[in-house]
């Protein structure tokens, strides 16, 4: 992709859009591992969530969400602030993708791999507990699920410990903004003169964050204010400008195009 400054943002924009039906034309379509593969080994270490499928449910969700992200500017109509919502999760979803594959150390890949499948299970066993809860569970099927989830985690951890040199303090150990920066510092490491790109993520991820949580204080940063003519006070308009959307789009859509690049090199032999 052209280096942003190349080019408008409306045309970075219309780059990216048609990078995006492209790649949800591949997410569409089954993208398997195959045997002699580096993925393959990769996917030896934990078979109840191996890499492979912690990095293309990465890849998937940064499609699907830059997708949906630029559904919204093909309606026409400026959205101040669910953009970038939408922009946090795809990065996200490319992040973790990026974190398992963008690293030559096998046994880190699967220790990589093996925290996120442990935070997987977990945050479904939190949801699930809260249902039981809340709702009961005159079946036991809630209480079932909780403890296959369990066991999974317990799995992971026994993996960690005995095959990969980890701590269980390790496996179970997961921060997404401490995920963020450290694949950015990856990628100003493997791309030379992205250093600006890795501040930019650094920054975008945390006003983002804002946005996603509907705080008071990222919308702000986009909002022109008007005084009131005739009193104390005013108002504040949200805006949003094709440069701030362009940089949420490119945001999401380096880091997946690098992860579809390393997943398909690496799933195949």
């Not at 973790?96 to 890949?109: G, I, N, Q, S, T």
């Amino acid at each position: 992709m052209p280096a942003p400054s190349d080019i408008t943002p409306g045309e970075r924009l219309g780059t990216i859009r048609a990078a995006v039906d492209r790649w949800s034309a591949y997410a569409q379509q089954p993208q398997p591992v195959r045997p002699g593969s580096s993925l393959a080994a990769d996917d030896a270490a934990f078979e109840v969530l191996p890499v492979s499928q912690v990095a293309w449910q990465g890849i998937s969700s940064a499609i699907d969400h830059l997708d949906s992200f630029m559904d919204l500017l093909d309606g026409g109509k400026a959205h101040p602030l669910s953009p970038g919502t939408l922009a946090r999760s795809g990065i996200l979803g490319a992040a973790h993708a990026l974190w398992v594959l963008d690293v030559p150390d096998r046994e880190e890949r699967q220790r990589r791999g093996l925290r996120l499948a442990h935070e997987d299970f977990k945050r479904e066993q939190q949801l699930v507990t809260d249902m039981r809860d809340l709702m009961g569970d005159p079946t036991g099927t809630g209480q079932e699920r909780i403890d296959i989830l369990t066991e999974w985690m317990g799995r992971a951890v026994t993996v960690g410990t005995t095959t990969l040199n980890m701590t269980p303090a390790a496996v179970r150990r997961f921060t997404d903004t401490a995920l963020i920066d450290e694949v950015a510092a990856r990628y100003a490491e493997a791309v030379p003169d992205s250093g600006d790109i890795a501040v930019s993520y650094r920054m975008v991820w945390r006003i983002y964050s804002g946005s996603a949580h509907g705080l008071r204080w990222s919308a702000m940063l986009n909002a022109a204010i008007e005084r009131n003519a005739d009193g104390p006070g005013g108002n504040a308009y949200v805006t949003k400008d094709l440069s701030d959307l362009a940089m949420a789009a490119s945001a999401v859509a380096i880091f997946a195009h690098r992860a579809i690049e390393l997943y398909d090199e690496q799933r195949t032999p």
